[in-house]
């Protein structure tokens, strides 16, 4: 040591030397910005190995707590304002080849090594990444140009203008106004509209009257929902094996009259997360929470319940963070994260906001939201307000949550401790044979006096007991268990309990010989405090009112409804993210990286969650959505991985816009969904001619500066809703149970599952893509040719692709000729007498401008190839007009080819 | 560089080449009819590795060509593969792995050493162990042991190598066969078969270049992703072609249609198209016009390929086919017909293996009795039948699950199953190759006495794809696609060639 010291010593002066002429070099050179140029560096070189997941040498470059720690060396690897004594920046430039790093990769070149040993110099200050700081006031760039028609513009105008490269033209009218419809709705506007924005002469005005007629159509609510139900993992399916029926349509209404009502996105959030946790609910609040309830539940025999329970919990977790703020939390599930600032316990601080909710992957989707009809929600309300005025608040709250919800109950797949008793399948319900017994743990009993239990008994004459902890334990109550239709919910009163107990359920039956019987199913347990008011007037009717609403069939939904406290669960850090392997407790928060100071009101549940996400400080819920809104309008996001905004994401092309943007969204708009898109689409930059020039193609051939506009792919729902609109057949029926258009036979072929496929009736096959039957495993195929999601989890992006198996669907697909027969007929109805009037007319329905002379040659040539064709061979025309039995004119199914070949061009397809 | 930008960067590269050959197309029914003259082309567009300083493999992607035939880096032994996956993983000790041993144990309970720190699917408490539920006997030259749920197969051991000692660490189905095709357990990364044709192309441009045959009644567990294309360009992705109805959807013209018209009706749309290309300039449709053609083509040659109908009695016999029906027996058959034609890549997924013991079709002396009993004919017959047509040496075949199964019997929360069956097991378990240039009568690894760990010899998924690539011609570690910043590769950061087995 002492050696060591002698000679740090003598080397000082040179040193010092040394170190003023480094000042002197260095002290002109700009400050190093962390994010923009050392981040990068680590993150691809060096986090690897020495990041969330590896910490080889006991080195991470994550946080910079970690990176300045002590190594296993025992000493630390970065020296802060020292470089030279730095191990880090030794290791980067050292020769040998078993020190040097990054170990067994090329050598950091030059410029890298000058920029870490520049920022360890400078102190090894770390920055924040963007997206994870709130979202500040941007200043506009000064712009004078007549090109820009709002603010937004001028963003984009002075990239072009740095770039070199100058805007294009307005589209036409006809491609602008297919564009915006497209866009806003999702298909085609009234014609009426169409009409209205084509002739008037002041394209500026016409156009925002169309924009603003676009926004109010009701057909707004149904696309923007469509990419909405893509984050929500929206589906009419339970997902996993047998993958059977969900009824979860609802969810999908509520969604689109949400937007078509333009419902603040910070509300929308809010609901969806915690309506259920308002003081009182709207049934809309509670249907809105079905959001989460869109996870997948397994039924399948012999898997467990809380397995996939927590699966579901951990699913709620990743779309939170992947739909709603552009982050792959789901990295964190088994590790730190190898790239951003979120350590692995915050997952699970996160995860308990959603650990601690009534659904237990029972089959029956418990909880479920009873949809009441006028009438019976008349008596509802009655009933509670009644009971309000007898027993007080608290009880009529608590009525309110058990008939609209029947929570809290527990569910018969929770007992324990079974003799002569399983539960089904492990995972179905407690069934009892004769002399059997079980345990319900930890029941809240306190003021006690009624179980209501639902059950199925198939045998007379037996006996049910309940007991307080032990089965022999002192008797609540025991009463003759008649047989029952199916199931049934029974009440039973018993004298007053009080405190947490263990209850013991038996049963025996002396009539039954047979001891490997099953005779009693048992659903669920709900224990309350028997009817109130007893003695009051009406007490009789007002109690048969609660009972007829407990047993009413009426449409459900699954929802989320908290425990209650007694109920609560405990939460875990699951070690190296296996459910199995619980490592310390863990409470609600949000990782610190992205906390600030909440209101002194939040609480800790998902409702303090939903105020953490909707806080206009929350650096990335705006963001995020005001980048999908881009994407949805010109096909990439301005962060163009839309599920990852954090340091490994994609870096954005026009940061501050998106910023501005995110600001408007929240001090400008209030929220508003629909001011903000009519923002976009007033765009100048949005209204631009999309063809490509050669200097375009040369110099920016992604688009990523917005000098002409986008060409994009229709998505699949937008293909679907196009070619029904143009064809004249689409149906404006909204909302309700999702439909069966035609498929192809043999899609459906899930393990355990019976179900079919039903085509279904009348202009139910002509409903618009959203409201098709999604089945998770095997999704409707025209759509996922066109690459819809499988929504099998939150998809934040889907990835357009150009495969011939598109082409087979539309060319094909029996739903693409029916339609191609439609589109004929009314080519045939107004294109006038003649083919070449009609193949115009038809160019025109589609595209709204005349056909190009070379196109309609085209066309003209293979109508007349197909009339020559089944002018000869009228067999075939009848076959491909659909009736074997009718005769056709050679020109009509000529006049259906044609329409085929239409609705196949690029310009179609496409969005221009 | 994002996929979009990279397909696009090399386009603009080969721009020139696709405008001129866009000029000097008249009719595409020419090309596609002068196969030769697709593959001449495929040579001057799709260079190979030689074209590059760098180490690493480059592809050249046309996107207006995406399947064309291109040489692998080096001269791989194997031009296509037939990867036979039995979903739902059968038990390795009722077929080939042989442990005396576990039969003196039967019905003990499980020795705690087994258990401790260990995690399964379903087995809880202590288990109790369970001898073999098949008698094994020695077979071939080579004296592998094979059980007598597959008589037939049991005579064609000189032809295959086994791999006795495979490993994984995901003990659920799902992420397991992801692991296995996609090597990652997670859903988004490409699946071998798209990594193989995105690198080789196809032989047969009427024909997808990679086709997934499913039976079994239903998909695997972990759905249409385990043959998905991830992040490579979707043209990759698995067809899947059925037996029943259309062989791949909506390939069948529609009714009355005949084939002129169809012909005169993607020509029209495509002459509009490249009108619209003139006017647009986006190269988008270049690809779209090409995928056109490629769907006429398409339906030429999949349902020509896909009818088994007109193969000889003797095959029908020989593979035990049911027609028909859509079974393993006649996707076997047609993975022959396919590899064939020049598909590159083949694969099949048979579900039902599951023989947890919890019901007669999940079990041990029934269940997986009745499956072998599906599969012993038709893979026998596969390796016999591709041997006499000489496809034996440059088709590699590939048999085997996603995991294996315990040398315990399984329970459920501590209570034994009704029936005999065996819980998921990650630790050893066994696969098959052969053909394509691996060892012949050969066998690699070796369990411990009770077939619960590996001892010798162990492989891993990554090491299985390493080796599948490196019989096709490429090494795994230098075959990437940039993504996210950084190269991906299909074994990741892992695999190595078992060079045990390459002949």
């Not at chain 1, 690897?77 to 980067?92: M, T, V, Y």
């Not at chain 1, 994870?132 to 760039?141: D, F, G, I, M, R």
């Not at chain 1, 190296?576 to 992205?594: D, F, I, M, Y």
């Not at chain 1, 999704?779 to 992006?797: E, K, L, N, Q, T």
Request: charged letters at 25%; hydrophobic letters at 35%.
């Amino acid at each position: 040591m002492l050696s060591k010291r002698k000679i740090l010593f003598a080397s000082g002066f040179a040193l010092i030397a040394i170190c003023l002429i480094a000042f002197s070099l260095f002290s002109a050179e700009k400050e190093i910005d962390f994010n923009s140029q050392v981040k990068p560096i680590l993150n691809k070189k060096c986090i690897t190995c020495h990041g969330g997941v590896k910490q080889q040498g006991g080195f991470s470059v994550l946080f910079r707590e970690e990176a300045l720690a002590n190594t296993k060396s025992g000493k630390p690897a970065i020296i802060p304002g020292n470089p030279d004594s730095s191990e880090f920046i030794k290791r980067i430039k050292s020769d040998d080849p078993e020190e040097r790093m990054p170990y067994k990769h090329p050598a950091l070149n030059n410029d890298e090594i000058d920029i870490l040993s520049t920022w360890v110099k400078q102190g090894a200050k770390w920055g924040n990444h963007w997206a994870y700081v709130s979202v500040k006031p941007t200043e506009v760039p000064e712009v004078d140009n007549d090109w820009v028609r709002n603010d937004l513009d001028k963003f984009i105008f002075a990239k072009l203008e740095e770039n070199k490269l100058t805007p294009s033209k307005t589209a036409d009218k006809a491609t602008l106004l297919r564009r915006v419809s497209l866009d806003l709705i999702g298909t085609y506007p009234s014609e009426k509209l169409a009409k209205f924005y084509l002739n008037t002469k002041d394209e500026q005005k016409a156009y925002e009257v169309l924009v603003d007629s676009l926004l109010t159509s009701p057909k707004f609510g149904e696309r923007w929902a469509t990419m909405w139900l893509d984050i929500a993992r929206y589906a009419d399916t339970k997902g996993y094996e047998s993958d059977p029926n969900r009824n979860i349509w609802s969810y999908r209404d509520w969604v689109i009259k949400a937007y078509n009502k333009d419902m603040p996105y910070n509300q929308f959030i809010t609901d969806q997360i915690a309506g259920d946790l308002f003081p009182n609910p709207s049934d809309e609040q509670y249907i809105a929470t079905a959001f989460s309830r869109n996870t997948s539940t397994n039924d399948e025999g012999g898997t467990n319940n809380e397995e996939f329970r927590t699966a579901a919990v951990l699913d709620r977790v990743n779309a939170t963070w992947e739909g709603l703020m552009s982050t792959t939390f789901s990295c964190v599930q088994c590790h730190a994260h190898p790239y951003d600032p979120f350590k692995h316990d915050e997952y699970y601080k996160f995860m308990s906001y959603f650990n601690n909710t009534r659904d237990e992957d029972v089959s029956a989707e418990y909880p479920l939201f009873k949809k009441f009809n006028d009438s019976l929600q008349n008596q509802f309300n009655n009933l509670i307000s009644w009971v309000k005025t007898v027993s007080g608040k608290e009880r009529a709250d608590q009525m309110s949550l058990f008939l609209k919800t029947g929570q809290p109950a527990i569910n018969s797949t929770t007992a324990d401790e079974m003799v002569n008793s399983v539960i089904g399948n492990h995972n179905i319900a407690l069934y009892f044979k004769n002399n059997s017994a079980a345990r319900l743990k930890g029941v809240n009993l306190e003021g006690v006096d009624q179980l209501i239990l639902r059950y199925n008994c198939t045998k007379p004459n037996g006996t049910m007991s309940l007991h307080l902890g032990s089965p022999n334990g002192p008797l609540i109550k025991s009463w003759k268990a008649d047989v029952t239709k199916g199931n049934q919910n029974i009440s039973i009163d018993f004298a007053k309990q009080s405190g947490v107990k263990d209850v013991y359920l038996k049963y025996t039956n002396a009539s039954v010989k047979n001891p490997d019987e099953f005779m009693v199913y048992f659903d669920w347990f709900y224990f309350t405090k028997q009817f109130p008011g007893v003695g009051k007037p009406d007490y009789i009717s007002y109690k048969k009112t609660f009972i007829d609403l407990m047993n009413v069939q009426v449409p459900t939904t699954p929802i989320m409804v908290e425990n209650p406290e007694s109920m609560r669960r405990k939460n875990y850090v699951f070690v190296r993210g296996a459910w199995t392997s619980k490592g310390k407790e863990v409470n609600v928060g949000v990782p610190k990286s992205l906390a600030f100071a909440m209101p002194k009101n939040a609480p800790n549940n998902r409702m303090g969650l939903a105020m953490w996400l909707t806080d206009k400080r929350n650096p990335l819920v705006s963001r995020t959505m005001v980048n999908r809104l881009w994407e949805q309008l010109y096909g990439a996001g301005l962060v163009e991985t839309l599920e990852d905004m954090g340091t490994q994401g994609m870096a954005p092309t026009h940061q501050e816009l998106l910023d501005f943007m995110a600001y408007q969204l929240m001090y400008k708009y209030n929220w508003s969904i629909k001011k903000m898109l009519k923002e976009m689409v007033m765009m100048a930059t949005y209204r631009q001619d999309s063809k490509v020039t050669e200097e375009l193609k040369e110099k920016d051939l992604f688009n990523k500066f917005y000098a002409r506009g986008s060409r994009i792919r229709l998505s699949a729902e937008q293909l679907r809703d196009q070619s029904l609109a143009v064809c004249g057949v689409l149906s404006t029926k909204m909302y309700g149970p999702p439909v069966m258009p035609w498929q192809p036979e043999g899609i459906w072929f899930s393990p355990y599952n019976g179900d079919k496929w039903r085509l279904s009736a009348g202009e139910d096959k002509y409903r618009r893509g959203i409201y098709t039957y999604w089945k998770r495993t095997a999704p409707y195929p025209s759509a996922i040719a066109f690459d819809g999601a499988s929504r099998i989890v939150c998809s934040p992006r889907r990835i357009r692709t150009n495969t011939p198996l598109q082409a087979l669907v539309t060319l094909n697909d029996s739903v693409y000729v029916d339609l191609a027969r439609k589109l004929a007929l009314r080519m045939e109805k107004v294109g006038g007498s003649t083919s070449t009037s009609k193949i115009s007319k038809g160019y025109e329905l589609i595209l709204y401008k005349p056909i190009p002379q070379n196109r309609l040659k085209v066309f003209e040539d293979l109508y007349t190839k197909a009339f020559a064709s089944f002018k000869k061979d009228g067999a075939s025309a009848s076959a491909f007009m659909g009736d074997k039995q009718k005769k056709y004119k050679p020109e009509e199914a000529a006049l259906v080819l044609v329409a085929n070949a239409m609705l196949n061009l690029d310009e179609v397809i496409t969005k221009n | 560089m994002t996929r979009d930008e990279l397909n696009a960067y090399r386009l603009i590269k080969e721009a020139q080449e696709a405008e001129a050959l866009l000029q000097s197309r008249r009719h595409f029914l020419k090309e596609s009819a002068m196969g030769l003259g697709a593959l001449a082309m495929g040579s001057l567009l799709g260079g190979c590795g030689n074209f590059f300083s760098s180490p690493q493999t480059k592809i050249a992607y046309d996107p207006a060509h995406p399947l064309l035939a291109k040489s692998p880096p080096f001269v791989g032994k194997a031009k296509s593969v037939i990867y036979l996956h039995m979903a739902g993983a059968p038990s390795q000790l009722e077929l080939f792995d042989f442990k005396p041993e576990l039969m003196k144990m039967d019905g003990q309970d499980c020795p705690p050493s087994l258990l401790a720190g260990k995690k399964f699917a379903f087995i809880t408490g202590v288990p109790k162990m369970l001898g073999p539920q098949a008698t094994f006997a020695k077979h071939g030259q080579s004296g592998a042991l094979v059980s007598d749920n597959l008589p037939h197969f049991s005579t064609m051991v000189d032809e295959v190598s086994f791999l006795k000692a495979v490993k994984t660490d995901q003990f659920n189905h799902a992420p397991a066969q992801l692991l296995v095709h996609t090597g990652s357990p997670r859903l988004g990364r490409p699946s071998m078969g798209s990594w193989v044709t995105y690198g080789l192309g196809s032989e047969n441009q009427n024909l997808p270049g990679y086709v997934v045959l499913t039976s079994g009644g239903s998909f695997p567990d972990a759905g249409k992703s385990v043959w998905g294309s991830g992040f490579l360009p979707s043209v990759y992705q698995g067809v899947q072609c059925r037996s029943e109805g259309d062989p791949v959807l909506f390939i069948k013209d529609p009714d009355g249609m005949n084939r002129d018209l169809r012909k005169a009706s993607i020509e029209a749309i495509n002459k509009a198209n490249e009108q619209q290309y003139q006017e647009y300039n986006d190269p988008e449709i270049l690809s779209r016009i090409a995928q056109y053609e490629m769907a006429y083509r398409m339906q030429i040659s999949a349902p020509e390929v896909m009818n088994i109908n007109d193969e000889p009695a003797y095959i029908h016999e020989m593979y035990g086919t049911q027609p028909g029906k859509a079974c393993f027996a006649n996707n076997v058959l047609l993975a022959r017909k396919l590899v064939e034609k020049g598909v590159r890549y083949v694969q099949l997924f048979d579900w039902g293996w599951d023989a947890h013991g919890d019901s007669p079709g999940n079990s041990l002396n029934i269940g997986l009795k009745n499956k072998c009993r599906s599969i012993d004919r038709p893979i026998t017959a596969l390796l016999l039948d591709l041997k006499q047509r000489g496809l034996l040496e440059e088709t590699l075949v590939v048999w085997g699950g996603e995991f294996g199964r315990t040398p315990m019997m399984e329970n459920r929360n501590g209570i034994q199953n009704p029936f005999k069956g065996r819980d998921h097991h990650t630790e050893a378990f066994t696969i098959w190759m052969a053909g394509g240039g691996i060892k012949k009568g050969f066998t690699h690894g070796e369990t411990d006495e009770i077939g619960y760990s590996a001892i010798s010899g162990k492989v891993d998924a990554f090491d299985i794809q390493a080796t599948i690539l490196n019989q096709l011609g490429f090494d795994h570690e230098q075959f990437t696609y940039p993504f996210q910043g950084r190269p991906f590769r299909l074994t990741d950061v892992a695999g190595k060639v078992i060079s045990e087995i390459v002949a």
